[in-house]
């Protein structure tokens, strides 16, 4: 079982448990809803600390496979062993490539999409939970553009802002901005919807372009 983790950044209430259960062969359908029951149960157990509990399976062959880059690299760079054999001791260094960058934020689009229609809807307190929750996807996002040419691992949202800032200096506002809406929910809907979309789009349309330049 392996937590994956964003370092020394992990905060009381605010912060999602992701964990990653690893098994040897598939499982069925029975023991997949039993997994997706027991997370549930984790999350309202521990509703004190975390937001929510989440659990991911993976299966062995698959992600030991040296073919599979990314699944090595995100075990090896991004979890700690919370149970079990830790393997990550056999992965890694891994130098920083565009299809990690792509596997970890190349749904920005969709990611819009979803949350604009969202946004339409939302009662006060999902547009809060929603505009934060997209606020550090779009921050994520913005650091997947330029990890490859910084060669800099981090899981930390303001670690993350500041690789960003250094290459597009012209958003630094913008990203001032979506931290202080994670510290601090919006509440002003049209500022909101506004800034995601235009930003959201600027994501999309130049992601690939921009995670595929090396330093």
Same mark, same amino acid.
């Given at each position: 079982? /392996?937590?994956?983790?964003?370092?020394? !950044?992990?905060? %009381?209430?605010?912060?999602?448990? #992701? @964990?990653?259960?690893? +098994?040897?062969?598939?499982?069925?359908?029975?023991?997949?809803?039993?997994?997706?029951?027991?997370?549930?149960?984790?999350?309202?157990?521990?509703?004190?600390?975390?937001?929510?509990?989440?659990?991911?399976?993976?299966?062995?062959?698959?992600?030991?496979?040296?073919?599979?880059? /990314?699944?090595?690299?995100?075990?090896? !760079?991004?979890? %700690?062993?919370?149970?079990?054999? #830790? @393997?990550?001791?056999? +992965?890694?260094?891994?130098?920083?490539?565009?299809?990690?960058?792509?596997?970890?934020?190349?749904?920005?689009?969709?990611?819009?999409?979803?949350?604009?229609?969202?946004?339409?809807?939302?009662?006060?307190?999902?547009?809060?939970?929603?505009?934060?929750?997209?606020?550090?996807?779009?921050?994520?996002?913005?650091?997947?553009?330029?990890? %490859?040419?910084?060669?800099?691992?981090?899981?930390?949202?303001?670690?993350?802002?500041?690789?960003?800032?250094?290459?597009?200096?012209?958003?630094?506002?913008?990203?001032?901005?979506?931290?202080?809406?994670?510290?601090?929910?919006?509440?002003?809907?049209?500022?909101?919807?506004?800034?995601?979309?235009?930003?959201?789009?600027?994501?999309?349309?130049?992601?690939?372009?921009?995670?595929?330049?090396?330093?």
């Amino acid at each position: 079982m /392996y937590g994956s983790v964003a370092r020394g !950044e992990a905060v %009381v209430l605010k912060s999602d448990l #992701d @964990l990653i259960a690893m +098994f040897d062969g598939k499982l069925s359908s029975a023991k997949l809803a039993n997994l997706k029951k027991l997370a549930g149960e984790l999350s309202q157990k521990y509703r004190s600390l975390v937001r929510e509990v989440g659990i991911v399976v993976a299966y062995y062959d698959y992600t030991v496979s040296p073919s599979n880059y /990314y699944e090595n690299a995100f075990l090896k !760079e991004l979890c %700690v062993c919370v149970y079990g054999e #830790d @393997l990550r001791d056999r +992965f890694g260094p891994y130098k920083l490539t565009s299809e990690i960058a792509i596997r970890f934020n190349g749904d920005i689009c969709e990611a819009l999409t979803r949350t604009l229609k969202r946004l339409e809807t939302a009662s006060n307190e999902d547009f809060k939970k929603f505009s934060q929750g997209f606020a550090r996807k779009l921050i994520r996002t913005y650091y997947s553009m330029v990890m %490859v040419r910084s060669q800099i691992w981090s899981t930390r949202l303001h670690e993350q802002s500041e690789v960003f800032i250094h290459h597009f200096p012209d958003k630094e506002s913008i990203i001032r901005t979506l931290l202080n809406w994670i510290d601090e929910p919006p509440t002003d809907r049209e500022a909101v919807y506004e800034l995601f979309k235009i930003e959201g789009e600027w994501a999309s349309v130049n992601f690939t372009h921009e995670a595929n330049i090396s330093s």
